[in-house]
């Protein structure tokens, strides 16, 4: 059977539109999918001369994201699956990335690990578990014919390390990917001229499935920088849709609060926004106050309301579940908190400490039911676990102990969120069912405890724990690890502590056991940014 991919690798790329890319925003490089495509072919044709072929697993490692565009279709004309490493930055331990990446690469069992700037000079040499191809070396063999490929062959090993810290690759097929790409076409409601603008990681699913593969698959313009260029200046990111007129651009929701506060500073007239018809926020616990400031700092550039996107995704649903509509400003729940952790009954009302942003009605191809502990559905406003079934759904993950199934018998893969679905089918999440934190019976949403921590002035915004803490007298209680810049400072912490317990209490009645305060950096988090708060709860001290 024939899969998107593979009639798209078989025919002419566009010579019009492209992808602009580089690690500077002001100075990208740019190369139509036809120049693109030739690039990957002569790729393709290095990588058959090391021995890969159909069924093989490749890691890259490449900081240019033009660089991974041609890796990505030069793996995929021989018939093997792309795996993106997680990259180092600054502050990596270069002893335990190494380590974990050999440990990736023998999970996935590589073939190879091709490797592009700059990253090629300092692996020269190192053993990692397979040969090490660059990404210079490969040109200059002679083509190759396309490897063809069906929808059940895996396209992509999508590394997953959760809040645990032990790999594991999510298997996306080709009919995955095929699927995928419809259902965010349906949802997007591509004008033919669209242009999309990212700085995200490509070892991320947002980055790679969304703003790399969707361009790239429906040949539209793709702008592309890396996120150190965010780090280095995020209002590069307002630059880039500004200068390119883009109109389609996703970030998960720190990212719109970091920008919301360099619109503030910026001049009348810094930045034109009113190109921007898409912008999705996901990958995140989404805090409405952040999108309200950002909608409210756009405002003056031209940015649409509408334009906000909340969405839910996944990698093990190749990446989206739903979307909100981009006809509509986003909707907000305010709920009871005593019914919600009481026995999980969403009761609207109009003042609580407790919010949910709605995320949209499922994409096409996806279903969502909301089941109790027993896996029995709930109607509508109950809060419960999260199913989700459909085409773009793995069925399977690759572990460090082999290949395990990620969906049960009828198909439905159990996302370990809680959430609710409202009457008109739009989905709420709610939070991680095992962060769940209990206090006397009553089930405390972590983010609703992070989110009144980060409301203290002197803790970081976003870099906030709350976990379960067991108190002296035994009985459950709530720990608060959180990164200050005043951590060291005896007389701030002792006023940071004193705040961020009041904050606490302020939000959920519920006294807090203890604070930690640690220093810039050191949150444990996933490599896409999330925290670890498994990993945070070690960190607690004791009050």
């Excluded at 004309?77 to 795996?83: D, M, N, P, Q």
């Excluded at 500073?265 to 926020?281: E, F, H, K, M, T």
Aim: glycine letters at 10%; charged letters at 20%; aromatic letters at 4%.
């Amino acid at each position: 059977m024939s899969t998107l991919v593979r009639t798209w690798l078989a025919s002419p790329a566009s010579e019009i539109t492209g992808l602009h890319s580089g690690d500077d925003p002001s100075d990208l490089r740019f190369r139509t999918w036809s120049q693109v495509r030739e690039a990957g072919r002569t790729a393709a044709a290095g990588l058959a001369a090391a021995g890969i072929g159909k069924g093989d697993a490749v890691a890259i490692l490449a900081g240019d994201p033009g660089d991974v565009a041609d890796l990505v279709q030069a793996i995929w004309l021989r018939g093997a699956s792309f795996t993106m490493l997680h990259q180092p930055t600054p502050r990596t331990d270069l002893e335990v990335w190494l380590a974990e990446t050999r440990e990736v690469i023998a999970m996935l069992g590589a073939a190879a690990l091709v490797v592009g700037d700059p990253f090629a000079e300092p692996l020269a040499g190192m053993d990692v578990g397979t040969p090490i191809l660059t990404r210079a070396g490969l040109d200059g063999h002679d083509p190759v014919p396309q490897v063809d490929v069906e929808a059940d062959d895996v396209a992509i090993l999508q590394l997953t390390s959760g809040s645990t810290g032990t790999p594991k690759a999510v298997a996306i097929t080709f009919g995955n990917v095929e699927q995928n790409q419809a259902a965010m076409l349906s949802s997007v409601e591509p004008t033919g001229y669209d242009v999309a603008v990212s700085w995200l990681p490509l070892y991320h699913d947002m980055g790679m499935i969304g703003l790399m593969l969707m361009p790239m698959l429906e040949q539209a313009v793709a702008v592309i920088t890396t996120p150190l260029a965010f780090l280095r200046k995020p209002e590069s990111w307002a630059g880039m849709i500004t200068r390119f007129g883009g109109t389609c651009t996703a970030a998960p929701n720190f990212a719109y609060a970091v920008l919301a506060k360099r619109l503030r500073r910026a001049a009348d007239g810094a930045y034109d926004l009113s190109s921007l018809r898409v912008a999705i926020n996901g990958a995140e616990p989404i805090d409405e106050k952040s999108l309200e400031a950002f909608l409210a700092e756009g405002a003056r550039f031209g940015l649409r309301p509408e334009a906000l996107m909340p969405s839910y995704g996944m990698a093990e649903t190749t990446l989206a579940v739903s979307f909100d509509s981009q006809h509509t400003r986003l909707v907000v729940d305010t709920v009871d908190a005593a019914a919600a952790e009481s026995d999980g009954a969403v009761v609207r009302v109009d003042e609580s400490v407790r919010t949910h942003v709605r995320l949209g009605r499922p994409v096409p191809g996806i279903e969502v039911v909301i089941v109790d502990d027993e896996k029995q559905p709930l109607p509508a406003d109950r809060i419960g676990t999260i199913l989700v079934r459909g085409g773009a759904v793995t069925a399977r993950y690759l572990t460090t102990d082999g290949w395990r199934a990620a969906v049960d018998a009828d198909g439905w893969l159990d996302t370990g969120d809680l959430g609710y679905l409202t009457e008109s089918g739009e989905i709420v999440v709610a939070g991680r069912k095992k962060d769940v934190i209990i206090v006397s019976g009553r089930n405390l949403s972590p983010t609703v405890i992070e989110r009144a921590a980060c409301s203290v002035d002197g803790i970081r915004p976003g870099n906030a724990a709350a976990v379960s803490y067991r108190r002296l007298d035994g009985r459950e209680g709530i720990a608060v690890v959180a990164e200050s810049d005043a951590a060291d400072d005896p007389q701030a912490a002792q006023r940071i502590h004193d705040e961020v317990a009041r904050a606490v209490f302020d939000a959920v009645g519920v006294a807090v056991s203890t604070v930690t305060l640690i220093g810039r950096g050191e949150m444990p988090k996933t490599p896409s940014g999330k925290i670890r708060r498994h990993s945070a709860a070690d960190l607690v001290v004791a009050g």
